[in-house]
Protein backbone atom coordinates (compact mmCIF):
# COMPACT_ATOMS: atom_id res chain seq x y z
CA UNK A 1 0.00 0.00 0.00
CA UNK A 2 1.13 3.75 -0.76
CA UNK A 3 1.46 6.11 1.94
CA UNK A 4 4.21 8.25 4.15
CA UNK A 5 6.59 6.79 6.41
CA UNK A 6 7.63 9.11 9.54
CA UNK A 7 10.13 7.27 12.14
CA UNK A 8 10.83 7.76 14.80
CA UNK A 9 7.42 7.62 16.36
CA UNK A 10 8.84 9.32 19.41
CA UNK A 11 12.13 11.04 19.36
CA UNK A 12 13.86 12.64 22.39
CA UNK A 13 17.27 14.98 22.63
CA UNK A 14 19.10 17.45 24.65
CA UNK A 15 18.89 20.94 24.25
CA UNK A 16 21.66 22.02 21.80
CA UNK A 17 21.60 18.89 19.39
CA UNK A 18 20.15 19.19 15.75
CA UNK A 19 17.99 15.90 15.15
CA UNK A 20 16.91 14.57 11.99
CA UNK A 21 13.72 13.67 11.06
CA UNK A 22 12.74 11.18 8.66
CA UNK A 23 10.43 11.07 5.75
CA UNK A 24 9.60 8.50 3.05
CA UNK A 25 6.77 8.34 0.57
CA UNK A 26 5.73 6.40 -1.92
CA UNK A 27 3.11 7.97 -3.68
CA UNK A 28 5.20 9.05 -6.52
CA UNK A 29 3.95 13.03 -5.38
CA UNK A 30 5.99 15.28 -6.12
CA UNK A 31 5.27 18.05 -3.44
CA UNK A 32 6.51 17.48 0.46
CA UNK A 33 6.08 19.55 3.07
CA UNK A 34 6.69 19.66 6.80
CA UNK A 35 4.67 21.14 9.70
CA UNK A 36 4.60 21.24 13.26
CA UNK A 37 1.37 21.40 15.01
CA UNK A 38 1.23 22.58 19.07
CA UNK A 39 -1.77 22.64 21.39
CA UNK A 40 -3.94 25.61 20.51
CA UNK A 41 -1.99 26.60 17.31
CA UNK A 42 -3.69 23.50 14.71
CA UNK A 43 -0.73 23.58 11.80
CA UNK A 44 1.98 25.50 10.92
CA UNK A 45 4.00 25.17 8.08
CA UNK A 46 7.96 24.31 8.29
CA UNK A 47 9.12 24.11 4.25
CA UNK A 48 7.51 22.52 1.66
CA UNK A 49 9.27 21.56 -1.49
CA UNK A 50 7.73 21.41 -5.31
CA UNK A 51 10.02 19.29 -6.81
CA UNK A 52 13.45 17.44 -6.37
CA UNK A 53 16.36 19.73 -5.32
CA UNK A 54 13.73 22.55 -4.71
CA UNK A 55 12.22 23.38 -1.98
CA UNK A 56 11.08 26.81 -0.25
CA UNK A 57 10.15 28.23 3.50
CA UNK A 58 6.84 28.12 4.98
CA UNK A 59 5.68 30.42 7.93
CA UNK A 60 8.27 28.81 10.44
CA UNK A 61 11.54 28.14 8.57
CA UNK A 62 13.57 29.72 11.17
CA UNK A 63 15.79 26.76 13.09
CA UNK A 64 15.31 24.16 10.59
CA UNK A 65 16.46 22.91 7.99
CA UNK A 66 15.44 20.70 4.80
CA UNK A 67 16.94 18.57 1.61
CA UNK A 68 15.37 17.05 -1.40
CA UNK A 69 17.59 15.14 -3.06
CA UNK A 70 15.04 12.51 -3.70
CA UNK A 71 11.47 12.58 -4.69
CA UNK A 72 10.67 9.78 -2.11
CA UNK A 73 12.57 11.56 0.76
CA UNK A 74 12.27 15.00 2.27
CA UNK A 75 14.31 14.82 5.86
CA UNK A 76 13.71 17.78 8.43
CA UNK A 77 16.82 18.92 10.65
CA UNK A 78 15.81 20.51 13.52
CA UNK A 79 18.64 22.57 14.59
CA UNK A 80 19.96 23.73 18.06
CA UNK A 81 18.54 27.37 16.58
CA UNK A 82 14.95 26.51 17.16
CA UNK A 83 13.95 27.72 20.56
CA UNK A 84 11.00 25.80 21.03
CA UNK A 85 11.76 22.72 19.53
CA UNK A 86 9.14 20.20 21.34
CA UNK A 87 6.23 19.57 18.75
CA UNK A 88 4.44 16.70 17.01
CA UNK A 89 6.00 17.01 13.27
CA UNK A 90 3.82 16.13 10.44
CA UNK A 91 5.45 15.51 7.43
CA UNK A 92 2.62 15.17 4.24
CA UNK A 93 2.61 14.80 0.51
CA UNK A 94 0.35 15.75 -2.70
CA UNK A 95 -0.01 15.28 -6.45
CA UNK A 96 0.75 17.97 -9.31
CA UNK A 97 1.25 21.30 -8.31
CA UNK A 98 -1.34 23.88 -8.64
CA UNK A 99 -4.03 21.37 -8.80
CA UNK A 100 -6.39 22.45 -5.88
CA UNK A 101 -8.80 19.27 -5.37
CA UNK A 102 -4.92 17.28 -4.63
CA UNK A 103 -5.61 16.35 -0.83
CA UNK A 104 -2.60 16.43 1.21
CA UNK A 105 -1.38 12.63 2.53
CA UNK A 106 0.16 12.95 5.72
CA UNK A 107 1.90 10.71 7.90
CA UNK A 108 1.80 9.79 11.42
CA UNK A 109 3.97 12.29 12.67
CA UNK A 110 7.13 12.26 15.17
CA UNK A 111 6.52 13.90 18.89
CA UNK A 112 10.09 15.48 19.52
CA UNK A 113 10.93 16.12 22.70
CA UNK A 114 13.73 18.28 23.56
CA UNK A 115 15.18 18.33 27.26
CA UNK B 1 -3.46 36.53 2.50
CA UNK B 2 -5.54 33.45 2.95
CA UNK B 3 -6.99 32.36 6.21
CA UNK B 4 -9.51 30.05 7.81
CA UNK B 5 -10.80 30.83 10.76
CA UNK B 6 -12.65 27.79 13.02
CA UNK B 7 -15.42 28.24 15.69
CA UNK B 8 -13.14 27.73 19.73
CA UNK B 9 -13.56 24.70 21.25
CA UNK B 10 -13.49 22.03 22.57
CA UNK B 11 -16.47 20.69 21.70
CA UNK B 12 -18.55 17.88 24.36
CA UNK B 13 -21.19 16.00 23.00
CA UNK B 14 -23.83 12.99 23.92
CA UNK B 15 -23.98 10.16 21.74
CA UNK B 16 -26.51 10.52 18.85
CA UNK B 17 -26.20 14.22 19.24
CA UNK B 18 -26.17 17.24 16.10
CA UNK B 19 -22.72 18.24 15.25
CA UNK B 20 -22.17 21.49 13.75
CA UNK B 21 -18.41 22.88 13.51
CA UNK B 22 -17.91 26.27 12.12
CA UNK B 23 -15.36 27.10 9.42
CA UNK B 24 -15.11 30.77 7.53
CA UNK B 25 -12.25 31.83 5.25
CA UNK B 26 -10.43 34.74 3.67
CA UNK B 27 -9.40 34.01 0.16
CA UNK B 28 -8.52 35.57 -3.05
CA UNK B 29 -10.15 33.38 -6.43
CA UNK B 30 -11.96 30.37 -5.51
CA UNK B 31 -10.20 27.84 -3.36
CA UNK B 32 -11.15 24.56 -2.49
CA UNK B 33 -12.45 24.10 0.73
CA UNK B 34 -11.45 20.76 3.31
CA UNK B 35 -11.89 18.93 6.29
CA UNK B 36 -9.41 17.18 7.89
CA UNK B 37 -9.71 14.79 10.86
CA UNK B 38 -7.02 13.73 12.98
CA UNK B 39 -7.99 11.12 15.59
CA UNK B 40 -5.88 10.61 19.07
CA UNK B 41 -1.46 9.72 18.19
CA UNK B 42 -2.09 9.77 14.31
CA UNK B 43 -1.73 12.04 11.20
CA UNK B 44 -4.40 13.70 9.39
CA UNK B 45 -6.89 12.12 7.20
CA UNK B 46 -9.07 13.91 4.75
CA UNK B 47 -12.93 13.86 5.65
CA UNK B 48 -14.60 15.56 2.95
CA UNK B 49 -13.58 18.32 0.26
CA UNK B 50 -15.41 20.65 -2.35
CA UNK B 51 -13.69 22.45 -5.06
CA UNK B 52 -16.58 24.90 -5.94
CA UNK B 53 -19.40 27.28 -4.69
CA UNK B 54 -22.57 25.10 -3.15
CA UNK B 55 -20.88 22.19 -3.57
CA UNK B 56 -21.50 19.36 -0.69
CA UNK B 57 -18.62 17.40 0.25
CA UNK B 58 -19.37 14.18 2.43
CA UNK B 59 -18.15 11.37 4.06
CA UNK B 60 -18.97 9.01 6.93
CA UNK B 61 -22.14 10.89 7.87
CA UNK B 62 -20.29 14.16 8.01
CA UNK B 63 -21.65 16.50 5.21
CA UNK B 64 -19.90 20.35 4.43
CA UNK B 65 -21.79 22.86 1.93
CA UNK B 66 -19.21 25.37 0.22
CA UNK B 67 -20.78 28.71 0.66
CA UNK B 68 -19.46 31.73 -1.54
CA UNK B 69 -21.93 34.40 -0.03
CA UNK B 70 -21.21 33.61 3.56
CA UNK B 71 -17.22 32.30 3.17
CA UNK B 72 -18.15 29.06 4.90
CA UNK B 73 -17.95 25.71 4.86
CA UNK B 74 -19.45 24.55 8.53
CA UNK B 75 -18.99 20.87 9.44
CA UNK B 76 -22.29 19.02 10.19
CA UNK B 77 -23.21 15.09 11.49
CA UNK B 78 -26.63 14.48 12.53
CA UNK B 79 -25.57 12.03 14.98
CA UNK B 80 -22.13 11.99 16.44
CA UNK B 81 -20.59 8.58 17.71
CA UNK B 82 -17.98 7.65 20.29
CA UNK B 83 -15.65 6.79 17.56
CA UNK B 84 -15.83 10.76 16.20
CA UNK B 85 -13.66 12.09 18.95
CA UNK B 86 -11.09 13.49 17.32
CA UNK B 87 -9.34 16.78 16.30
CA UNK B 88 -11.36 18.33 12.85
CA UNK B 89 -9.36 21.04 10.91
CA UNK B 90 -10.96 23.16 8.12
CA UNK B 91 -8.37 23.95 5.74
CA UNK B 92 -8.13 25.94 2.20
CA UNK B 93 -5.77 25.90 -0.98
CA UNK B 94 -5.58 28.03 -3.44
CA UNK B 95 -4.64 27.65 -7.10
CA UNK B 96 -1.58 28.55 -8.32
CA UNK B 97 1.59 27.65 -8.79
CA UNK B 98 2.68 27.51 -5.42
CA UNK B 99 -0.70 26.64 -3.87
CA UNK B 100 -0.60 25.02 -0.30
CA UNK B 101 -3.21 24.27 2.27
CA UNK B 102 -3.83 26.69 5.00
CA UNK B 103 -5.35 25.71 8.16
CA UNK B 104 -7.50 26.71 10.78
CA UNK B 105 -6.50 25.74 14.10
CA UNK B 106 -8.31 22.73 14.75
CA UNK B 107 -10.95 22.07 17.10
CA UNK B 108 -11.57 18.85 19.73
CA UNK B 109 -14.27 16.98 19.76
CA UNK B 110 -14.74 14.60 22.21
CA UNK B 111 -18.28 12.34 22.11
CA UNK B 112 -19.50 10.96 25.72
CA UNK B 113 -21.80 7.41 25.57
Known amino acids: DGGITQSPKYLFRKEGQNVTLSCEQN?????MYWYRQDPGQGLRLIYYSQIVNDFQKGDIAEGYSVSREKKESFPLTVTSAQKNPTAFYLC??????????????FGNGTRLTVT | GDSVTQMEGPVTLSEEAFLTINCTYT??????LFWYVQYPGEGLQLLLK?????DKGSNKGFEATYRKETTSFHLEKGSVQVSDSAVYFC????????????FGKGITLSVRP
Open chain 1, 27 to 31: LNHDA
Open chain 1, 92 to 105: ASSGPPGQSNSPLH
Open chain 2, 50 to 54: ATKAD
Open chain 2, 27 to 32: ATGYPS
Open chain 2, 91 to 102: ALMNTGANSKLT
